[in-house]
């Protein structure tokens, strides 16, 4: 598990799997936590959002995304797209400032 910090202060600790790819990551107080499943393709295949829901991507063989399903009640939709890019943006710009 690696541990540090956002851009905006909150705590920040990830998992990776033997190969590099991430597994879990939990923002702050893990609330909303997001567990990540990787396809033998390194894409990701499944964002599950801790009590929020999840998302998963299916992709054909060349690695193009064909299909997006979101399982999560329709006021959460919101909530987990908004997470899931979110954490996606701070860990970019975290790799920024390094």
Excluded at 32 to 43: G, R
Excluded at 55 to 73: A, E, L, P, Q, R
Aim: aromatic fraction near 8%.
């Amino acid at each position: 598990m690696t541990y540090g910090a956002m851009p905006n202060g909150e705590s920040l600790s990830i998992k990776y799997d033997r190969y590099g790819r991430l597994l879990e990551i939990y923002p702050g107080n893990g609330e909303n936590a997001i567990t990540i499943e990787m396809s033998e393709m390194d894409k990701p295949t499944l964002f599950d959002v801790k009590n929020v829901g999840s998302i998963k991507v299916t992709y054909d063989d060349t690695g193009d995304i064909i299909n997006v399903d979101i399982d999560s009640d329709e006021g959460k939709i919101y909530i987990i797209i908004t997470q899931v890019i979110r954490l996606f943006a701070e860990l970019a710009e975290a790799a920024k400032l390094r």
